[in-house]
């Protein structure tokens, strides 16, 4: 099971989570008819490194989710939820079978954003999770 599914589970499965955004989680991009607020999420990074004997088991795998809404304070407030379900995890993410486990995941950076489009406008803020696990 790879962590991305791991991620997914557990927010949909959140209730903070899932009164802000429901089941609205996508992978890298929502698509055209989404309802605000949502989450996008995407792999941006693996690193695998080495020991002495061979390729160490021990992987970081960076995350970045967006959360987009309407305006600044949902978008805020969405950031905030998935915040709270991933910031510091351990163990069983998600509860899938086979099961995704963590030993250890943080927050790595936030970033705000405007996508500006005519009249169309959504606020977007950006979190990296780093998740240490064996993969």
Same mark, same amino acid.
């Given at each position: 099971?790879?962590?991305? !599914?791991? /991620?997914?589970?557990?927010?949909?499965?959140?209730?903070? $989570? %899932?009164? $802000?955004?429901?089941?609205?989680?996508?992978?890298?991009?929502?698509?055209?008819?989404?309802?605000?607020? +949502? =989450?996008? +999420?995407?792999? $941006?990074?693996?690193?695998?490194?080495?020991?002495?004997?061979?390729?160490?088991?021990?992987?970081? =795998?960076?995350?970045?989710?967006?959360?987009?809404?309407?305006? =600044?304070?949902?978008?805020?407030?969405?950031?905030?939820?998935?915040? %709270?379900?991933?910031?510091?995890?351990?163990?069983?993410? %998600?509860?899938?079978?086979?099961? /995704? !486990?963590? !030993?250890?995941?943080?927050?790595?950076?936030?970033?705000?954003?405007?996508?500006?489009? %005519?009249?169309?406008?959504?606020?977007?803020?950006?979190?990296?999770? =780093?998740?240490?696990?064996?993969?």
């Amino acid at each position: 099971m790879r962590v991305e !599914q791991g /991620v997914v589970a557990a927010l949909v499965a959140d209730v903070t $989570v %899932g009164s $802000v955004a429901g089941d609205r989680i996508y992978h890298m991009q929502a698509p055209q008819e989404a309802t605000t607020p +949502y =989450v996008t +999420y995407q792999r $941006v990074g693996t690193g695998r490194g080495t020991i002495l004997d061979g390729v160490d088991t021990m992987t970081e =795998v960076r995350i970045q989710l967006d959360c987009w809404a309407d305006s =600044v304070a949902d978008s805020k407030a969405l950031a905030d939820a998935v915040r %709270g379900v991933l910031d510091d995890v351990k163990g069983d993410l %998600g509860g899938l079978s086979p099961r /995704v !486990q963590v !030993q250890f995941g943080r927050l790595e950076s936030e970033y705000d954003f405007a996508d500006v489009d %005519g009249d169309y406008e959504r606020r977007r803020v950006a979190l990296d999770f =780093v998740f240490t696990l064996h993969e």
